[in-house]
């Protein structure tokens, strides 16, 4: 009798998930979407520019079509459940950054720099290591929790990763901030690897210590304090987030960290004193770095002041940017719905425009507009994600996913936020928009990684097994 | 740990507003202040973008514009040229991708670059059509010949000044300066080329000072041809009633209040002279006696009615001459000669002229006839307004005729013009400059010309300033008067 209750239970317990549609042609269709607007906007700026279809139109539409093609192929094999519009979304994201690089490649004023290079088909290159990655991710990594084993040495891995533009001859002081490296003639990012790597050890970490840290507290004023022993590993990431700013003059990778970590660390324990913890402690960190940090300091200044930084600059004086100015003029001079693809000045940023400051061109070009787009489609992203972690069913998934998406999410909000005067400038790029191999690359590997936990969640229950008990009901007949 | 999933999701998404909101700060509420603030490049890109409208003169255009090359990259795509640039750059002021402009160039900007309001609609037009911008036009009241007459006359005499009216319009005819500077030169963005000309140009390397609009913008002590002023202020106040009768006129005058004694020229006969005698030979001691007798309130009065004391914008800002407000008897007599303070632009003179060869009453002076749209249709014409009436019908037929004698068989005989049917009335200056007359003076000339119609077509005033010439050489009737006679003769000629 009881056996056959059970079986019922389980029935009605995986009745939701039988028939979950795959939605594979779903993304199929937004995938076309994803190419034929690039390709468009390509044909566009040629025509802007050149008066003239760009001559590498066809190629570039098949390339970024081979490319999605790939993707989805692999997705359909490999993760026939996964969440249909993180590929199509990262894809055009893709798509379109590359069409405004090669906008930025055709600028007169960018190519008179000594230091010019044709950034697009580099950053084509770039792209198709990406889903390379991509589909690595998917084929190689069967479930998710695999990467469960890997806890320990990811947190070696990521501060291997941290630490390496410290190495004398291998990193590179570009305008004050230490966050590449130099191999072989390559510049890479490693902090956009460290940033997936960590959220690993951190899922992995924050799901084995979980309760501890949340149970195992004493109640003050109102608030949970956590003990002593438990408050060890947030110190050290908060050390190390501060180290990160002070060494490497780069408050965005070191604001992204952190800000990861307690959004992990906030849904691992479910207790709000964390992210007053969190809040409190990076506002010492930062107040206190930047009481002594001249490069911190005059990030501030620019963004308190940008105009009087532009005339300093203008004047000549070492350690001041025009940059952040020249921004907020191209904002502004595109207003409501933009100049049009190639009809802008936003070359007039000069350095960085195709990479930090590529934000900027959107805004000239495709306005206000174009921008909200553009954000709007990131803040998408973001959700997917975070739907993909309610929906996960393992707690390491959960964490996993949600602190690539906080993360994700906090990296576009310190780089749009930066650009567009909000927030101090850091020196981060825009997921997948902007000029730069390691961003590219390690944003496809973020997105696989999401599509193969959206996958495990979103697949159905396996059929329950045959109970051997329940044969045994059946055969015996009243 | 779906409830603290569901607030981060609420915490991404006021990330994503925050930057939405800020985006439409900076995109629409911000936009406009940020897209025309002139510090922005984009500005004087759009400036530069199409060629600029033209600055016309009789009929021709005195400007253009050329695509700019060089082997820098330039992102400003026209630049400005000027036809016989330095001749009329007191009349357009400069254009420049480098130094901005001035002048009527700045002035007009709107127009000639076609992003006035009053072009909104065909602007909005052509970008349906997809046209590009274009510029509108600048005519103006200027006469090529007056103007080639007057900067041809200066360059013999190196540094001076020519303004020149059309009396019954105030419309200017002629607004000359020498030296003077080709804005051609500058008017592009190359350091090498553009810089370089630019830097020469400047006062502090270049002494003479080219860029000085001197028609404008200087003022110089005007002499004696202030006394037509004060002939003006005695007819205007009842000191003296007709040209004939005799002034009482002491010879020495010692000046009131004081045991200093004021001298003439030369011996001339000043003692009682009739106010037409003392015109003509230039009597300070007459008209500084008049000066006094007038008062120093009546004396300005007159001098204000003239437009001292107020800049004019013609458009283009013209400096305010001065008539001293505060003085004592003494400095009232000596304002009344052209000395002490007293100090004039030469388009403040023309006016003086134009005055009283309007029959009293004085026009205002201006220079832009006509705005024009692209299309050529009129956005904007100037109709002669009257400024003010400095004295009456009667009193300004009274000075003609005795200007008239001063050009007869006075000190202004140089501007005689052969021709029949054309009167001529004038006043010759010498302004005394320095300590005890040590430098040398300003040769000052004003004068109009009449036809036997009785229209008056030109009123100019020239002034001289040449400090290698022989001091005694210096004098309005040698120097300034020739000037004005060609360009007074040019006018009359460009009529028939």
């Known amino acids: ?478 | 740990m779906n409830k603290p999933l569901r607030r981060i999701a609420i915490f991404c998404g006021l990330l994503v507003l925050a930057l939405l909101i800020r985006d439409n700060w900076i995109q629409y509420v911000q936009a406009d202040s940020l897209k025309d603030d002139t510090k922005n490049r984009r500005v004087a890109i759009a400036r530069y973008a199409t060629p600029r409208g033209d600055i016309i003169v009789d009929g021709e255009p005195i400007t253009g514009s050329t695509k700019t090359n060089g082997d820098d990259f330039n992102d400003f795509e026209y630049k400005r040229t000027y036809k016989d640039g330095a001749m009329w750059a007191p009349v357009t002021g400069y254009a420049s991708q480098a130094f901005g402009a001035t002048q009527l160039e700045s002035i007009e900007d709107g127009i000639l670059t076609g992003n006035d309001d009053r072009l909104f609609f065909r602007r909005t037009l052509d970008m349906i059509t997809g046209k590009k911008q274009e510029g509108g036009n600048v005519v103006t009241t200027l006469s090529a010949a007056a103007q080639k007459a007057a900067y041809k006359g200066l360059l013999k005499q190196g540094k001076g000044a020519v303004a020149a009216i059309d009396p019954e319009t105030g419309a200017i005819l002629a607004l000359a300066s020498t030296p003077s500077y080709d804005p051609s030169t500058f008017a592009g963005n190359s350091t090498k080329v553009d810089g370089e000309a630019w830097t020469k140009l400047q006062k502090k390397n270049n002494p003479d000072d080219p860029m000085q609009n001197r028609a404008l913008r200087e003022i110089y002590p005007p002499g004696s041809t202030f006394k037509v002023v004060t002939a003006a202020a005695a007819l205007e106040h009842g000191v003296v009633d007709s040209a004939d009768e005799k002034t009482d006129s002491p010879l020495p005058y010692t000046l009131p209040d004081t045991t200093t004694e004021l001298k003439n020229e030369g011996n001339i006969p000043c003692k009682n002279a009739t106010l037409r005698e003392a015109l003509r030979v230039s009597c300070n001691t007459v008209f500084g006696k008049l000066g006094v007798d007038v008062g120093k309130e009546d004396m300005l009065e007159t001098a204000k009615k003239f437009g001292f004391n107020e800049e004019q914008f013609v458009p283009i800002r013209s400096s305010a001459s001065i008539f001293p407000e505060k003085m004592d008897r003494p400095q009232t007599a000596l304002s009344s000669i052209g000395q002490f303070e007293t100090a004039t632009t030469p388009l403040q003179m023309a006016m003086v002229a134009s005055a009283v060869a309007n029959d009293g009453t004085l026009m205002k002076p201006y220079m832009v006839d006509k705005l024009q749209a692209p299309s050529l249709d009129v956005i904007e014409q100037t109709d002669p307004e009257k400024m003010s009436e400095p004295l009456s019908e009667k009193n300004a037929q009274i000075l003609q005729s005795i200007m008239e004698t001063v050009v007869e068989k006075g000190t202004g005989t140089n501007a005689q013009i052969n021709e029949s049917g054309v009167t001529v009335g004038g006043k010759t200056g010498t302004a005394q400059r320095g300590v005890d007359n040590s430098e040398n003076p300003y040769a000052w000339f004003i004068s109009y010309a009449k036809l036997d119609d009785g229209s008056s077509p030109v009123a100019v005033a020239v002034v001289v300033e040449d400090e290698s010439a022989n001091r005694d050489d210096i004098s309005g009737g040698g120097l300034a008067a020739p000037i004005a006679r060609d360009v007074m003769k040019a006018v009359i000629d460009s009529k028939k």
Do not use: C
């Open chain 1, 1 to 478: 009798m009881s056996s056959t209750s059970n079986t019922s239970t389980h029935h009605t317990s995986t009745i939701g998930s039988i028939g979950t549609p795959s939605r594979r042609n779903t993304e199929l269709a937004l995938l076309v979407f994803a190419v034929v607007i690039p390709v468009f906007a390509y044909a566009n700026v040629g025509l802007a520019i050149n008066d003239s279809v760009p001559p590498g139109l066809l190629s570039y539409g098949l390339g970024l079509g081979l490319l999605a093609g790939v993707g989805h192929i692999v997705v359909r094999k490999f993760a026939p459940y996964a969440d249909p519009l993180l590929l199509p979304l990262a894809t055009l994201l893709n798509g379109i950054g590359l069409v405004v690089i090669w906008r930025l490649d055709q600028s007169k004023r960018l190519q008179a720099a000594s230091t010019f290079v044709e950034a697009a088909p580099r950053q084509l290159l770039y792209s198709a290591l990406g889903v390379a990655l991509f589909v690595i991710v998917l084929v190689f990594l069967k479930d998710h929790r695999v990467l469960q084993r890997y806890t320990y040495i990811s947190m070696v891995g990521a501060l291997i990763l941290l630490l390496l533009p410290l190495v004398p001859g291998l990193g590179l002081n570009v305008f004050g901030a230490r966050i590449w490296i130099s191999i072989a003639g390559f510049t890479i990012q490693p902090g956009e690897f460290a940033k997936i790597v960590l959220a690993i050890f951190f899922a992995g970490y924050l799901m084995v210590k979980r309760d501890a840290l949340a149970l195992a507290s004493r109640r003050f004023m109102g608030i949970y304090l956590p003990r002593g022993r438990d408050l060890g590993p947030i110190i050290v990431v908060w050390i190390i987030s501060i180290l990160i700013l002070v060494f490497e003059t780069d408050l965005g990778t070191s604001l992204l960290f952190f800000g990861m970590f307690v959004i992990m660390l906030y849904v691992a324990t479910e207790r709000t004193s964390w992210i007053v913890f969190g809040m409190l402690m990076s506002a010492a960190g930062a107040v206190g770095v930047a009481s002594f940090e001249s490069h911190v300091q005059q990030r501030v200044q620019a963004w308190l002041d940008p105009m009087r930084e532009y005339e300093l600059s203008q004047q000549g004086v070492i350690g001041h940017t025009e940059q952040s100015m020249q921004a907020l003029w191209a904002f502004g001079s595109g207003g409501t719905l933009g100049t049009g693809l190639g009809q802008g000045n936003s070359d007039l940023i000069g350095f960085a425009a195709n990479s930090d400051f590529i934000l900027a061109t959107f805004g000239e070009e495709l306005g206000l507009a174009g921008v909200m787009a553009i954000l709007l489609m990131y803040g998408l992203i973001v959700e997917r994600g975070v739907r993909t972690a309610l929906a996960a069913r393992d707690p390491f998934g959960k964490l996993l996913a949600i602190g690539l998406s906080g993360a994700f999410a906090l990296q576009v909000f310190v780089v749009a936020g930066g650009v567009m005067g909000l927030i101090p400038l850091t020196g981060m790029t825009m997921p997948f928009l902007a000029y730069g191999g390691s961003s590219v690359i390690a944003n496809w590997a973020l997105i696989g990684i999401l599509i193969r936990i959206s996958d495990t969640a979103r697949r159905p229950a396996p059929a329950p097994a045959p109970n051997p008990d329940a044969e045994m009901t059946q055969v015996v007949r009243p």
